[in-house]
């Protein structure tokens, strides 16, 4: 029999503790035998609205890995909706699997009845691994999904405003270091060319930018390379040791870490990827001790989640585009106040989404 204090530890370490640690309200574990479905919902917050977050597919190692990743990325994106000025709360979804080889019509259509069970309190969207057509197979579950195609009443595929939001606070850090917007003749290095990361790239060389690639499948690289044949692609293991003025991490998390930042030689961290910092208060104020300009990642690539509202509210591309553009004053506006406080810029931003859920929570108090 477990000691108090082991049980203690085991509560605080189990799921429900690891709720508590940034005070998420909800967490459905999601499991299908006849389907191999295997997913977990995270919502973060819901103050500003429902949660909405995209769902990612991913080959975890372990559930603990998947629940840790869920966890974040949830928190992410209530921050992020708070930040862009959008009605909704955060929330998340990892389904455990290889998105190569694991996917079915059945294993989504299976995923989108479990979202549906929340009754409105999720709306789901792309994330890594998934796409317009697996989003299209949620759909025929529930009406608490976005990211459709355009044929069902949808707004498609929300990377390219992702890859325009990025770009454009990308420009706001570099007036921000160099005292101009421009990207021209700046030396790149993206880390991941999938959706988003290819649209970027496609931004960065139509400005004169010089771009060095990395990903871990060949098929992406040679792709981005017959559209842009001027990119560089640089073996993922040598991305952190390039010398370039800005790395943009545009895959998975957590690449801005004790051992990276030891290599990295860029004067800006830019990129599309969530949760970029390993451990955001140790690193964010590395990040800032090393001289390097730092765009908080939900600042950044909030473009997508104003994509997938924009069809929530009725809207169009175009107006997603237009208030994407906006990111560029979003991210001078965090850069300025990180400079007036002398805080990290992650602080600063997260101070910022704070700050308006608390003056929504304390307004839907007062009858």
């Known amino acids: 029999m477990q000691t108090k ?3 203690t530890a085991a509560v605080a370490n189990g799921p429900i503790g690891q709720m508590g640690v940034f005070d998420h309200e909800q967490v459905v574990f999601c499991n299908d035998n006849a389907t191999g479905l295997k997913a977990i919902i995270a919502i973060h917050n819901t103050v500003l609205g429902p949660a909405l977050g995209g769902t990612r597919m991913w080959a975890y ?3 603990s890995e998947a629940l840790t990743d869920v966890l974040r990325l949830s928190r992410g994106m209530t921050y992020k909706n708070a930040v862009a ?3 909704l709360g955060g929330g998340k979804a990892v389904i455990i699997g290889d998105a190569r080889t694991q996917k079915s019509e059945a294993l989504m259509r299976r995923f989108g009845k479990f979202v549906n069970s929340l009754s409105g309190k999720y709306i789901t969207a792309e994330d890594v691994g998934i796409n317009a057509k697996d989003m299209e197979y949620v759909h025929m ?6 990211g459709i195609p355009p044929a069902l009443g949808g707004s498609g595929d929300p990377s390219p405003v992702t890859a325009y939001g990025v770009y454009v606070a990308m420009k706001a850090a570099a007036k921000e270091r160099w005292g101009s917007d421009s990207l021209s003749g700046k030396k790149i ?3 991941g060319v999938g959706h988003v990361g290819s649209y970027l790239v496609n931004h960065l060389v139509k400005e004169g930018a010089k771009v ?3 990903d871990i499948y060949e098929d992406r690289l040679a792709e981005v390379k017959k559209n842009n044949p001027a990119v560089e692609i640089v073996d993922g293991n040598t991305i952190y040791d390039q010398d370039v003025d800005i790395y943009a991490p545009c895959a998975l998390g957590a690449t801005v870490n ?3 930042l030891n290599r990295l030689k860029c004067s800006i961290i830019c990129g599309a990827a969530n949760n970029q910092l390993a451990d955001e208060v140790k690193h964010g104020q590395l990040v800032m001790q090393k001289g390097i300009l730092y765009a908080p990642d939900f600042v950044v690539n909030s473009g997508g989640v104003i994509n997938v509202y924009s069809e929530v509210a009725g809207f169009g591309r175009e107006y997603a585009l237009s208030q994407a553009e906006n990111i560029f004053n979003t991210t001078a506006n965090i850069f300025a106040m990180s400079k007036q406080e002398n805080i990290p810029t992650y602080l600063a931003a997260n ?3 704070e700050a308006r859920i608390e003056a929504m929570a304390s307004i839907r108090t007062k009858r």
């Open 5 to 7: 204090t082991e049980q």
């Open 61 to 63: 190692t372990h559930e």
């Open 85 to 87: 000025g959008l009605n």
């Open 141 to 146: 579950e529930t009406k608490h999904v976005t």
């Open 189 to 191: 290095s993206v880390q």
């Open 212 to 214: 060095l690639i990395a």
């Open 258 to 260: 004790d051992d990276t």
């Open 351 to 353: 101070k910022t989404a």
